[in-house]
């Protein structure tokens, strides 16, 4: 008897002192990894992108019904929120930005599917709550696998998802990349010009985890998709310029502009996408550095609502993902975009858009419910436009 009490001690010691190695090992994962988000059974992996909710504390019930229909439609392993996930503006104090997140995480949490997001513009907008407090709150909820990542001056929220092989697989055979593309960009003059970028200290820290997929994947690139907020500045050297009058063409920057031929289909373009300034060459080194290390096939970006188009530029594909919300400016091709990744061929993937109308078909009630909130959605857009005119006009007169 006692020397079956001895072993149990023993037994039990032995595991205590094992312990600690274990939670060591646990914790040095990272909240992506610690996911294994891998290929099912079938080799096929599905991302569905969620771009622009845009909203407030009180975030629209068609917004939620959408959100959840299109998660009911696809069934996707992965999620990701491209930004603009919460409108800022709308929810200025610390508790009504925090009821404004959980009012979009409790639609994910219901359904328990991993979702990681970074942030847009609009996020932090107007708001008391930063991105790093935001992250915070995301991070209460076990379906959300984003990290802040590294710590960093000018941005926060840059990190990688390893897609594993399958569930019982440690082999990282594809890579998510989570880029800040920033708000706005502040010169050395402290002067705001225009939208923000990828900045340098994000690259940097992209380009050492990639080289070390890399090292690990036996000095083979880890094939890789992007998803930030913000288009690199490179649309516009895919793009077409036209003359004013032509077809389907969108103004930016005092020129005319249409899809090239190779763009893929279904592709649209409402609006002349917004990325930082053409002349800012650091808004460059983004799309450039990621060519130059060769893994990424895709980079895919909301920010520009009524935009939704795959066009190859120099062997990366910029991927425009339409926005879902209804409370700031959109059209009818409001929508979801999902990506599906097969094991069989890890280099290229195959995409999909859906429209709230090939969601809900020939619902009458929905679609009169559609036609108010997009009324409703117009006339907000309408108001908040002339708001920022007579804002601009006084700022311009008080500053003489």
């Not at 909203?55 to 019930?61: K, P």
């Not at 923000?196 to 380009?207: I, N, P, R, S, T």
């Not at 077409?240 to 592709?267: C, F, H, I, Q, R």
């Not at 907000?380 to 006009?393: C, D, G, H, P, R």
């Amino acid at each position: 008897m006692k020397k079956a009490i001895s072993v149990l001690l023993c037994v039990c010691m032995l595991f205590a002192a094992l312990l600690p190695a274990v939670w060591a090992a646990d914790a040095e994962l990272t909240r992506p990894e610690a996911a294994h988000v891998s290929f099912g059974e079938d080799g096929k992996l599905t991302i569905l992108n969620v771009a622009d909710i845009q909203d407030g504390a009180s975030l629209m019930s068609i917004t939620e019904d959408f959100i959840r229909a299109a998660i009911d439609r696809t069934q996707p392993d992965l999620i990701v929120m491209t930004g603009d996930n919460i409108a800022g503006y709308l929810a200025l104090s610390a508790s009504s930005a925090e009821k404004a997140i959980r009012k979009v995480m409790d639609i994910f949490d219901d359904y328990g599917i991993p979702v990681a997001g970074v942030f847009g513009n609009h996020d932090d907008e107007g708001t008391a709550l930063t991105k790093e407090q935001q992250v915070a709150i995301y991070k209460e909820y076990d379906c959300y696998i984003g990290w802040e990542g590294e710590e960093m001056e000018k941005s926060c929220g840059n990190y990688n998802i390893p897609i594993y092989a399958s569930a019982d697989s440690d082999q990282v055979v594809f890579n998510i990349w989570m880029m800040d593309s920033g708000n706005y960009y502040v010169d050395e003059n402290g002067n705001e010009n225009g939208y923000g970028f990828v900045y340098q200290e994000a690259l940097d820290w992209y380009v050492a985890t990639s080289n070390e997929l890399k090292e690990a994947n036996g000095g083979e690139p880890v094939p890789s998709i992007v998803f930030q907020h913000i288009a690199p500045v490179q649309i516009y050297d895919a793009l077409v310029e036209v003359p004013a009058g032509t077809a389907g063409a969108v103004a930016k920057y005092g020129k005319y502009w249409v899809l090239p031929d190779n763009a893929g289909e279904g592709s649209y373009l409402g609006e002349g996408p917004c990325p930082a300034e053409l002349d800012v060459p650091e808004a460059r080194y983004e799309f450039d550095t990621m060519k130059a290390q060769g893994d990424v096939i895709a980079i895919a970006f909301g920010h520009d609502h009524i935009n939704s188009f795959v066009v190859p530029y120099e062997g990366i594909d910029l991927v425009s993902c339409p926005g879902c919300t209804f409370r700031s400016y959109n059209d009818d091709n409001r929508g979801f975009r999902t990506f599906t990744l097969s094991l069989d061929d890890l280099w290229s993937y195959e995409t999909d858009t859906f429209t709230y109308f090939d969601v809900y078909g020939d619902d009458s009630l929905a679609m009169t419910k559609y036609q108010f909130y997009s009324l409703w959605s117009r006339i907000e857009a309408a108001v908040s436009s002339l708001w920022s005119q007579i804002q601009a006009f006084f700022s311009q007169l008080f500053s003489f």
